[in-house]
Each structure stands twice: as C-alpha cells, then as structure tokens.
C-alpha cells in the first residue's frame, strides 16, 4: 500500500534562518507530488507542485522554493524565514494520468518563525 | 478561474443534529469534486467524492451530491456525533492532466454533547 511521510512534526525557527522539509512517498511510482500551506485560520494555498524528477512548477511568488531530487521525494526549502512563512505545511500526492482519485495527505509539520 | 466557495464557520451543532455545509463552485468543463476532512493536528483525509454531474459520493454517513445546474456539492449527514467535530474541506480538479486541486476555505464544525 502507499505511504506519504512528513517530517519534522512542528518546527520552530528564528526569522532569516534555512529551512528544510522533506516529504517521501512510497509504493508507488511517477507521483504527482504537492506543497500546500495552510495559515492560521485560513485555508489551503497550493505553494508547488511537480510531475516528475526534477520539474517543479510554483503557484505563488514567494520566499520559498521546492525541489525533487528523486521520483518519491519533495522537499520544500528557504534560506531565509520570514514571520509570515509561519503556517501548517502539508504535502501530499496523487496518481498521474486522468484525475478521479484525489489526493493522499501527509501528516504535516506545524512551522513557527519567532 | 476556477474557484470553490464554502460557507463561512465556525458551525457549532448539537449531536444527532443535521448537518448541512454548503459549497458552490465555478470551473471550466466538468470537474471533479471532493470533500476532505481535517480533524485537530492532522493532515487531510478524503472523505468523499464525486466525477460526474448527479453523482453522489458517500463515505461514514456523510453524503454529497454533484449538482451541475446549481454548481452546488453541499455536504450533509443526518445525525451528527461529537467525533464528526473538524475542519470539512471542499475541493475541486478541473484539470485532467495532472490534477491540481482547488480548496475552499474550509468549515470548522464543532459538534457538543
């Protein structure tokens, strides 16, 4: 069966210190692979999203970027936080090819920038 | 553009209430729709979904019906339990290509005793 894994579970980082989040998902292959953040209060907003190794397409302009070394990993970076970047990180994954099954959720990381 | 609107929360009930939440959408062609709940702490989970205009996506006593001449997807349970209390997410995938998915702003129900 397939897992998508999310880690860490809550973070709490200075203003204009790196981040890194990193996502992996398994049993299966050729993912679509998602970054959505969710800010208090607020629904989700789609961050990035990719097709394959290496190609990543960004939804909003923003302090942060996302890469895909690998098929099953998605990692969402800054080099330098801001106080606005706080927010409920979830990434998730769907099956490619025509879209009826929606998507698989990690568990997400809670990010606090202080 | 393609768009979800949800009614606004919180929605406190009491249990065994009725619970309606609206949702209405605008797409281009014929999109896909879901609901997806998000209980404290957690990520997301599917709760239902529906592909094609009349369908009804059901799933723990919670229904949905894709309404295409209202571009309506409201989701209802007839009895609700404290347990249902979450965050209830409506979504939408016009592209079917790859499947972005377009949230609302999600609807905080919380259910008492």
């Known amino acids: 069966s397939q897992t998508i894994h999310q880690w860490p579970a809550t973070l709490v980082q200075p203003v204009g210190s790196p981040l890194s989040l990193e996502c992996t998902v398994e049993?299966?292959?050729?993912?679509?692979l998602y970054w959505y953040r969710q800010a208090a209060g607020r629904g989700l907003q789609l961050l990035f999203y990719?097709?394959?190794?290496?190609?990543i397409s960004s939804e909003v302009p923003q302090n942060l970027s996302a890469s895909r070394p690998q098929d099953r990993q998605f990692i969402l970076s800054s080099k330098k936080l801001l106080l606005s970047d706080s927010g409920f990180y979830l990434c998730?994954?769907?099956?490619?090819?025509?879209?009826?099954?929606?998507?698989?959720f990690g568990s997400g990381t809670r990010l606090t920038v202080v | 553009g393609n768009s979800v609107t949800q009614m606004e929360g919180p929605v406190t009930l009491s249990e065994e209430a009725f619970l309606t939440i609206n949702c209405t959408y605008t797409?281009?062609?014929?999109?896909?729709l879901f609901w997806y709940v998000q209980y404290p702490g957690e990520g997301l989970q599917l709760l239902l979904k529906?592909?094609?205009?009349?369908d009804k996506g059901s799933n723990k006593g919670f229904e949905a019906t894709y309404r295409k001449e209202t571009t309506s997807f409201h989701l209802e349970k007839g009895s609700v339990q404290v347990s249902d209390s979450a965050v209830y997410f409506c979504?939408?995938?016009?592209?079917?290509?790859?499947?972005?998915?377009?949230f609302g702003q999600g609807t905080e129900l919380s259910v008492k005793p």
């Open positions: 998730a994954w769907s099956l490619t090819g025509p879209f009826v099954g929606g998507y698989t």
């Open positions: 979504a939408l995938s016009a592209d079917l290509s790859g499947g972005k998915l377009i």
């Open positions: 797409a281009t062609g014929y999109p896909s």
């Open positions: 990719s097709v394959g190794i290496g190609q």
């Open positions: 529906a592909t094609k205009a009349d």
């Open positions: 049993g299966t292959s050729n993912p679509n």
